[in-house]
């Protein structure tokens, strides 16, 4: 039987997200104080698209848990030339202890963790960005003192962030409201479940037309690039399309009056968000993006212990 837990999407954190936060606000307390638990484990790390925050905080993660590092970039792999993604999992399997890849598309990371002996965490695919997310809710937790019933408002391309957040929230009983163009709406199976989710905790996830009514009484407004890596030649059309979604002072104002303003980064300033925002005094971006390396020494834990649990 193969017994091990990936990190594939938002939902498959539905029992313990909290908890994963958690212990990164802990693991962040003791930041060079821990005991090194993956000793001589080593995680392998696929990236497909370019990476700053994730490859970094990844591999910072794994070392100053006592393991190491492989960076691999499919150019340089037997992947590049028609090696199929299967038989690489299951090669790499041989060899290594983790496995995190970044992908174009969801199907090639599900692939990989079919045949991956080993935990595999999803690094960014087409579809979700799950371990961003972690990082965001430790972000909100630390600034707010809780999550549940907070409200998060999501403005802008309805896209593998804008998923993972909807999905977390619905799991941390928050509640979302998304404003996005036509035709840019967030995934209409992971809005389905989030809603399903979020009606048994009676809170509520909702798609609006229009940034003022989403942000609303929010106590978070989260933007994300209106451009994804691999859309480059959409841009032109997108960033017309976007062009009322941009999260400015006078956006900012119609939310709480102690609302943070979150982006996973990289931003664009003009564009998604102005300057005067991000760079303003609600901006918690830097926070988001520190703790990335918390939440990724969390993710490494809680997939290892439930790897040795068997679970
Ligand atoms: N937020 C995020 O995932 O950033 P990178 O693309 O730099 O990893
Ligand atoms: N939506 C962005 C997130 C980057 C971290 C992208 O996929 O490029």
Redesign the pocket.
């Known amino acids: 039987m193969n017994m091990k837990r990936d990190l594939l999407s938002a939902f498959d954190m539905k029992d313990d997200l909290e908890d994963i936060v958690d212990l990164a606000i802990s693991l962040k307390k003791r930041r060079y104080d821990y005991d090194p638990v993956l000793s001589r484990h080593i995680l392998g790390m696929i990236f497909e698209k370019?990476?700053?925050?994730?490859?970094v905080s990844l591999e910072t993660a794994i070392e100053q848990l006592g393991g190491h590092a492989i960076y691999l970039n499919p150019n340089d792999m037997q992947i590049g030339r028609g090696e199929t993604v299967a038989d690489t999992a299951r090669v790499l399997s041989r060899f290594v202890d983790f496995i995190s890849y970044r992908a174009h598309s969801s199907e090639n990371v599900a692939e990989l963790a079919r045949n991956a002996t080993v935990p595999v965490i999803n690094a960014?695919d087409n579809k979700e960005?799950p371990v961003?997310i972690v990082a965001d809710f430790m972000t909100m937790k630390e600034k707010f003192g809780k999550l549940q019933a907070l409200k998060l408002a999501y403005v802008g391309d309805g896209n593998n962030m804008a998923n993972s957040l909807i999905a977390g929230a619905a799991i941390l009983g928050m509640n979302v409201s998304v404003a996005a163009p036509p035709g840019h709406k967030p995934d209409s199976s992971i809005m389905q479940r989030s809603k399903d989710l979020a009606k048994k905790k009676s809170t509520s996830v909702e798609i609006l037309d229009q940034p003022e009514d989403a942000v609303a009484n929010a106590d978070a407004v989260y933007t994300d690039v209106w451009v994804s890596m691999g859309e480059e030649a959409e841009k032109k059309e997108k960033e017309k399309q976007f062009a009322g979604y941009q999260i400015n002072d006078s956006l900012m104002a119609k939310a709480n009056k102690n609302a943070i303003f979150m982006h996973?980064?990289?931003a664009h300033r003009g564009l998604e968000v102005s300057a005067s925002v991000i760079d303003g005094p609600k901006s918690v971006v830097f926070d988001q993006a520190e703790n990335?390396l918390h939440t990724a020494k969390a993710i490494l834990l809680t997939l290892h212990k439930s790897r040795s649990r068997g679970q």
């Open positions: 370019p990476s700053t925050r994730t490859r960014l960005h961003q996973c980064l990289p990335r």
